[in-house]
């Protein structure tokens, strides 16, 4: 079941990022394959799982597949996370000086992931542990703002 919540997780992201989960559950539910190994229950609950993987989503997964999943899709590295939300902000605020994409970022940064962001980590994971350990001790020096700025 933990493999299939796994295969499953992003399949949705071909209509979008947003609502992904929901799309990714949609198309499990629709898989009748999954018929010949898994109970009706069991699909329900994987279904569960994979919808809510999301990182934005301010409730805890509905069961431990949903925790697993959501743990491990989870990539906390703020070199990474720093480049992805300045060219996100490039593509959809291309108006902000340059300035202010990294402020933008910045204050996208901390509403996820600083000290009171909505991201919970739901399971006990080190790496992850480590990396918003790290991700927050740079927005709270802000060491952040430079990191973005390399991807001006």
């Not at 805890?60 to 491990?72: H, K, L």
Request: proline share 2%.
């Amino acid at each position: 079941m933990a493999y299939t919540v796994a295969a499953y997780h992003d399949t949705g992201l071909q209509f979008g990022r947003k609502g992904h989960g929901t799309a990714s559950k949609r198309l499990l539910l629709a898989d009748r394959a999954l018929d010949r190994w898994f109970t009706k229950g069991q699909i329900a609950l994987m279904a569960d799982a994979v919808e809510d993987h999301r990182a934005s989503n301010h409730s805890e997964p509905r069961s431990v597949y949903g925790r697993i999943v959501s743990e491990a899709d989870r990539d906390i590295d703020p070199e990474r996370i720093a480049r992805r939300c300045m060219e996100y902000g490039k593509a959809h605020y291309g108006g902000l000086t340059s300035e202010e994409q990294v402020e933008r970022a910045v204050a996208h940064m901390e509403n996820k992931y600083g000290e009171n962001g909505y991201l919970r980590l739901w399971m006990a994971c080190p790496k992850n542990q480590r990396g918003l350990e790290k991700l927050r001790a740079l927005l709270k020096s802000g060491e952040m703002r430079g990191i973005c700025r390399r991807y001006l």
